[in-house]
């Protein structure tokens, strides 16, 4: 399935350092996209990078995207309290719609 | 309007019976999609409307849930029998197009509990 898969399932660090989220899949992909969540509810729009794309940023976000080992990363830096969520990943291809990853659980601690 | 608008935001109901889910989409955007999340889970596609095209009802879980999208524009699931398996958070999201850079915009989602 273009299912993409996060890791960690869940990381906790304290406000001020950087968290690191992978996403890996396994089928070939136009454009991929993370996503926030707070409180099981709506999903924020964070960050979309296309396949010939290999970083970008977006203020204390910064994705890469390595196509020939089909996976990317997100990384906030400096942390803060209200960074904690759930993060996901979302690829779009083949496939109509986004496929969604089950997500990263983040808990920053002041 | 300015967002995706869902309602109700919560649903509690009996099982058995049928409920009804609502989606404004953002004004303009012709692509909308309905998702569905169980608690402590990842989204689940369900179904997909672009435009006058025929749905994408690949991930409607049964003949139980059905889903149409009048005029383009508001979207209604309907989930009939409704069983304690079908609780989870309904989330409808809107795009301008299926490729569009900007990625989806979401609603608040319903929670739907089925006791």
């Known amino acids: 399935s273009q299912q993409g898969e996060e890791d960690p399932q869940a990381l906790s660090i304290q406000e001020g350092e950087n968290a690191t989220m992978n996403c890996s899949y396994k089928t070939s992909i136009n454009n991929l996209q993370w996503y926030r969540q707070n409180s099981g509810r709506g999903l924020v729009h964070l960050i979309l990078i296309r396949s010939n794309e290999r970083e970008k940023h977006s203020g204390r976000l910064r994705v890469t995207l390595d196509t020939s080992k089909k996976s990317s990363s997100l990384l906030i830096t400096a942390s803060r309290a209200a960074d904690t969520a759930s993060y996901f990943c979302a690829l779009s291809g083949s496939a109509r719609q986004l496929t969604f990853g089950s997500g990263t659980q983040l808990t920053v601690l002041p | 309007g300015a967002g995706v608008s869902q309602s109700p935001s919560n649903k509690v109901t009996e099982k058995g019976k049928d409920v009804e889910l609502r989606c404004d989409p953002i004004?303009?955007?012709?692509?909308l999609y309905w998702y569905r999340q169980s608690l402590g889970q990842g989204l689940e596609f369900l179904i997909y409307f672009q435009g006058n095209s025929a749905p994408d009802k690949s991930g409607l879980p049964s003949d139980r849930f059905s889903a149409e999208r009048t005029g383009g524009s508001v979207s209604t699931l309907t989930i009939q029998r409704t069983q304690q398996e079908d609780s989870a958070v309904y989330l409808c999201?809107?795009?301008?197009?299926?490729?569009?850079?900007?990625?989806?915009?979401f609603g608040s989602g319903t929670r739907l509990t089925v006791v």
């Open positions: 999201a809107s795009s301008l197009s299926r490729d569009s850079w900007g990625g989806y915009t």
């Open positions: 004004s303009g955007h012709t692509a």
